[in-house]
């Protein structure tokens, strides 16, 4: 027993390792979680002091966790036993297919990732590309909102930077968790994505098995009353304008809703929009093809960022011009269904007119419809004749005058060669007229009874 047994050295190593690792997930890694559990906890608790909206236990919970509520879910297991019957394969293949599904789609939440990096990220960046402006519109209407209820913000996309934008200007109200799609899912950055609260969607799939679990996750993250932020348009507008909503996130949660025996729903219209959208020639382009597929790679991305930041440094770059956030009306799901019933097409329709009610006219965006109503070149006198009416229809902060408004708005499209000046006035760029057009239509819908105004003064 007590007798020398010689070893060779590879293994005398290996069965260290297997002895430091088993002792690791059974005596250290344990304590671990357990202390990195409760400091989370103790963040956690410090944040809700703070927050409008306490940051819900079911965001909270651990990934694994969810992932087995979720595939165990009976409304999941009716959706496995017919998948397996219409595409004629054994349930445990079509339950792996669902497991899949689920492990693709919940995230897994860290409050120090969020808190700590991604609100101070999302605010450093914003700032440093734009000057921003946050119309809170009916504050105490938001801050009435039922402490019970689920909040969704409902919000135009104009931008990749909405993400950014949103996050920072609501990280005193609640922790957002996203729906993504297929663009994020890139290692590593999926996994800071999904550590901030986010959840992946694959936008065009068709899989019924799919979307039966993706509504499922959705449709429980809202009875957890977990605050979440949509895009109804499903993706970028193309042309400018706040698109019609798709419909199948908001079904997701109308069809599980009960008005009766479920906390309320409540949706917040949020629009954006920006003196100059990064992505605007992509999308234009994109556009004038008439197909959804932008010809821009990561590498010109990169390229793209890393010129602007070492034109900061050495000074010979500025700011995008201004970037507006407007808050809307909110509207209570329990109280729609009381007086349209379960209209899900009314729904879509009530939250898009809210939200182009609240998006902000910008200076840029507002000269660049006075120029396309007018038409020959003209002067920078005649610019603010034109302007000073659409002003008065719809105020903004970003502009104080008539006459400031478009000597700020011409440096930005002088520089962008959307327009020239010369000694007959101001002209639109032929090159850059989709360009001209697309932030004309993002405030075209305000400034519908000023027109003749615009066109009398050209008169």
């Given amino acids: 027993m007590f007798r020398t047994v010689e070893l060779p050295i590879w293994l005398l190593v290996l069965i260290v390792l297997f002895a430091a690792v088993t002792f690791a997930s059974h005596f250290l890694f344990p304590s671990v979680r357990w202390f990195l559990r409760r400091r989370m906890e103790r963040v956690v608790s410090r944040l809700n002091e703070r927050l409008e909206r306490p940051i819900q236990p079911f965001k909270l919970a651990k990934r694994h966790d969810m992932i087995q509520r979720l595939i165990y879910d009976p409304k999941i297991a009716e959706a496995i036993s017919h ?15 669902a497991r899949r599904y689920a492990r693709e789609i919940v995230p897994s939440f860290s409050a120090s990732l969020y808190f700590g ?10 700032r440093k590309l734009y000057i921003v402006h946050l119309d809170d519109g009916d504050d105490a209407a938001l801050r009435a909102i039922d402490s019970e209820a689920t909040v969704v913000f409902v ?3 104009r931008s990749n930077m909405d993400y950014m934008l949103v996050t920072y200007l609501v990280a005193d109200r609640s922790a957002l968790s996203y729906a993504v799609g297929e663009w994020a899912r890139v290692w590593p950055l999926s996994r800071v994505i999904r550590a901030m609260g986010a959840f992946f969607i694959r936008r065009k799939s068709r899989n019924v098995l799919y979307r039966r679990v993706l509504a499922r996750y959705v449709q429980l993250a809202t009875k957890g009353g977990v605050t979440q932020a949509v895009f109804p348009e499903g993706g970028l507008s193309l042309d400018g304008t706040v698109g019609p909503s798709k419909l199948g996130f908001l079904s997701y949660i109308l069809s599980d809703f009960d008005a009766k025996t479920d906390k309320d729903v409540v949706f917040v219209p949020v629009a954006l929009n920006y003196d100059r959208v990064i992505e605007d020639r992509v999308l234009t382009e994109a556009a004038r093809r008439g197909e959804r597929k932008f010809r821009a790679s990561v590498i010109v991305g990169i390229w793209f960022a890393l010129r602007y930041t070492f034109r900061r440094i050495i000074r010979t770059a500025v700011r995008f011009g201004h970037a507006g956030v407007g808050f809307g009306a909110p509207l209570s799901l329990t109280e729609f269904q009381r007086e349209h019933g379960r209209d899900l097409e009314a729904v879509g329709e009530a939250l898009r007119a809210r939200v182009r009610d609240v998006v902000p006219a910008l200076p840029v965006s507002t000269l660049c419809y006075a120029l396309e109503q007018l038409t020959g070149p003209v002067s920078r006198g005649d610019l603010s004749l034109a302007v000073a009416p659409l002003i008065a229809a719809h105020p903004h902060p970003s502009m104080a005058d008539a006459a400031t408004t478009v000597d700020e708005a011409m440096g930005t499209l002088l520089t962008r060669r959307i327009v020239t000046e010369g000694p007959q006035g101001v002209a639109v760029n032929p090159e850059s007229r989709a360009l001209l057009e697309y932030y004309a239509r993002s405030v075209a819908h305000h400034f519908a009874d000023a027109a003749y105004t615009v066109q009398s003064q050209q008169t």
């Fill in 155 to 157: 919000m135009n996309h």
């Fill in 117 to 126: 990096f991604a609100i101070k990220f999302a605010r450093w960046l914003s």
């Fill in 83 to 97: 998948h397996a019957r219409e595409e004629d394969v054994p349930e445990a293949v079509a339950f792996e297919r």
